[in-house]
T-cell receptor, first 112, second 110 residues
Framework: DGGITQSPKYLFRKEGQNVTLSCEQN?????MYWYRQDPGQGLRLIYY???????QKGDIAEGYSVSREKKESFPLTVTSAQKNPTAFYLC???????????FGQGTRLTVV | QKEVEQDPGPLSVPEGAIVSLNCTYS??????FMWYRQYSRKGPELLMY????GNKEDGRFTAQVDKSSKYISLFIRDSQPSDSATYLC??????????FGKGTRLSVIA
């Protein structure tokens, strides 16, 4: 089945630790995205990548980092510099930057 | 000013009602529009998209765009409890990621 896989579904970390969220797609899409969703805030773009080995900051990139070494993979690292990391994180992909986006099922990160 | 505005609700309706969900947008460059549905603790899924002014129908769902007033609507006929979800409108702006509204939370009460 084609789709986007995010793992893990739930993640718990201690404050001050970096954590990496996985996102893999087998849709052969060029573009991939990371969003953060908090109650009442909608989807906020963290980073996006339109091609391998290239990515751009979104609206709330501070405290996050990404890499795009393979077309299929776009991992997100939440660093200790992120002040409020507890949130629901969504990965998405599309054929191109302005095309319909397809989402994974999300990772809920809780930092204690 | 955010480019896509959406009333967050929550909106609560009885089963069988006609639901109207709305967005406004400010960027005249937006050429087509999408509606996503998101169930609780799940990722959004694409529900419908439309390229131009007018209506597009898919089963119980109708998407409507009025470019003159920059208004986007999603109508749900004969609403069901399974329609209870958050609905997000979105539009691309050139070669950049989709711009999303904040979403409207809908509850259909049996």
């Amino acid at each position: 089945d084609g789709g986007i896989t995010q793992s893990p579904k739930y993640l718990f970390r201690k404050e001050g630790q970096n954590v990496t969220l996985s996102c893999e797609q087998n849709l052969n899409h060029d573009a991939m995205y990371w969003y953060r969703q908090d109650p009442g805030q909608g989807l906020r773009l963290i980073y996006y990548s339109q091609i391998v080995n290239d990515f751009q900051k979104g609206d709330i990139a501070e405290g996050y980092s990404v890499s795009r070494e393979k077309k299929e993979s776009f991992p997100l690292t939440v660093t200790s510099a992120q002040k409020n990391p507890t949130a629901f994180y969504l990965c998405a992909s599309s054929k191109g930057a302005g095309a319909e986006a397809f989402f994974g099922q999300g990772t809920r990160l809780t930092v204690v | 000013q955010k480019e896509v505005e959406q009333d967050p609700g929550p909106l609560s309706v009885p089963e069988g009602a006609i639901v109207s969900l709305n967005c406004t947008y400010s960027n005249s460059a937006f050429q087509y529009f999408m509606w996503y549905r998101q169930y609780s603790r799940k990722g959004p899924e694409l529900l419908m998209y439309t390229y131009s002014s007018g209506n597009k129908e898919d089963g119980r769902f109708t998407a409507q765009v009025d470019k003159s007033s920059k208004y986007i609507s999603l109508f749900i006929r004969d609403s069901q409890p399974s329609d209870s979800a958050t609905y997000l409108c979105a539009s691309p702006s050139g070669n950049t990621p989709l711009v999303f509204g904040k979403g409207t939370r809908l509850s259909v009460i049996a």
